[in-house]
């Protein structure tokens, strides 16, 4: 069956709006950059419009194309249709797979089924499968940190599900057991906090001190680049507000990470609406960043919700520049010879 319509971006009755309330000393912004699309999410989306304008509605994308609600909504508008399993899709139809990746099984449904596949999946997320073959093939077994039931973990664990297990935390790291610690390998989520997943393999080689890491970092780039800028940011925010969903693994480690790093409060929403008042009592200087799948609009609300509330001083707080492309699916690349730029959309 069809994945349940997800609610339209914006509510029909929006709450008051935030009221300027005066606090000590000055009210400003503290605006991170980079924030927001990554390159592979721009990919995934650029990917489902095109093949719409290619191939017309309706195109079929595997689970959300990236995890966040407004996008999602609307390329439903546009004619995408969300599904949760190839199953759910006419066969000879087209079907997208999503940025998070899929387990090799998903791909032989799919030819089955006699799919017209595109598949969107994230370059990096590709290049940690591609490790997973390669270790498990040199008769390796493979600690993948991750949070399980994720769709990239489930897609990657698939690529060797006989010699993957599943570490979802530090602490999984003192109990998870292996079958012999001289062909020990560990691989990650790419968008996991950096900072934890470190405390994990530190931890893993306490107990496996044999224990080998994969041939490059593999949490992502723009991961790292939006925890690093919310760091800088944290460390002079009174609050700091991530725009992202909750199915946004990414943006819910930039809330962490904001806290972590010193922020006195730090929450996640999808629109602007949902920023509280009560958020704001006596806050001088707010943070404000989004995960790798928001759109730039979406910010760009919070900014103006805030400013109506005498936040108006924006100071955009840099510390690194992206400027990644990806290629597109070859599916779609006569219809477009590359993706956007992350970050512009």
Same mark, same amino acid.
């Given at each position: ?35 927001? &699309? ?9 990917? #489902? ?9 309706? #195109?079929?994308?595997?689970?959300? !194309?990236?995890?966040?609600?407004? #996008? @999602?909504?609307?390329?439903? *508008?546009?004619?995408? @249709? ?11 139809? $087209? ?23 595109? /598949? ?8 940690? $499968?591609?490790?997973? #073959?390669?270790?498990?093939?040199? /008769? ?6 991750? $949070? ?28 998870? *057991? @292996? ?7 560990? =691989? ?5 906090? @950096? %900072?934890?997943?470190?405390?994990? +393999? ?9 224990? $080998? ?13 939006? *925890? ?10 009174? =609050? ?45 200087? !707010? ?14 609300? +919070?900014? %103006? ?5 005498? &936040?108006?001083?924006?100071? *955009? ?29």
């Amino acid at each position: 069956m069809p994945v349940p319509r997800i609610p339209a971006p914006r509510a029909a009755a929006r709450r008051e709006p935030l009221q300027d309330i005066p606090v000590d000393g000055h009210k400003r912004v503290l605006l991170a950059a980079p924030r927001g &699309y990554c390159a592979g999410v721009d990919r995934a989306v650029v990917a #489902v419009e095109k093949a719409l304008e290619q191939y017309g509605a309706p #195109v079929y994308v595997r689970k959300q !194309i990236v995890h966040n609600r407004h #996008v @999602v909504t609307e390329l439903e *508008q546009a004619g995408a @249709v969300f599904v949760d399993e190839v199953d759910d899709v006419p066969e000879g139809a $087209h079907i997208v797979f999503s940025a998070h990746g899929i387990a090799p099984a998903v791909r032989d449904a799919a030819a089955a089924r006699g799919l017209r596949a595109i /598949d969107a999946t994230c370059p990096l997320v590709t290049k940690v $499968h591609r490790e997973a #073959v390669r270790f498990a093939r040199d /008769d390796y077994e493979i600690l993948l940190i991750g $949070h399980a039931g994720h769709e990239e973990v489930e897609g990657t664990a698939g690529e060797a599900p006989d010699r993957i297990t599943v570490v979802n935390s530090p602490d999984e790291a003192d109990t998870v *057991q @292996v079958r012999d610690p001289s062909r020990l390998v560990w =691989l990650s989520q790419t968008t996991l906090s @950096v %900072d934890e997943t470190m405390e994990t +393999v530190n931890r893993l080689r306490a107990r496996f001190p044999e224990l $080998h890491d994969p041939p490059t970092d593999d949490i992502c780039y723009a991961t790292q680049n939006r *925890q690093t800028a919310i760091k800088e940011v944290a460390r002079d925010a009174d =609050l700091v507000i991530v725009v992202g969903s909750v199915n946004s693994s990414n943006s819910v480690r930039l809330v962490e990470v904001a806290r972590q790093a010193g922020a006195a409060a730090a929450h996640r929403v999808d629109y602007a609406d949902e920023i509280r008042q009560e958020w704001l009592t006596g806050v001088g200087t !707010i943070g404000v960043t989004s995960g790798a799948s928001v759109p730039e609009v979406l910010v760009r609300e +919070v900014l %103006d919700d805030l400013a109506a509330a005498g &936040y108006r001083d924006v100071a *955009q707080v840099s510390t690194a520049e992206e400027d990644i492309v990806f290629a597109l699916p070859r599916q779609v690349r006569d219809a477009a010879p590359e993706a956007h730029r992350g970050g512009r959309r």
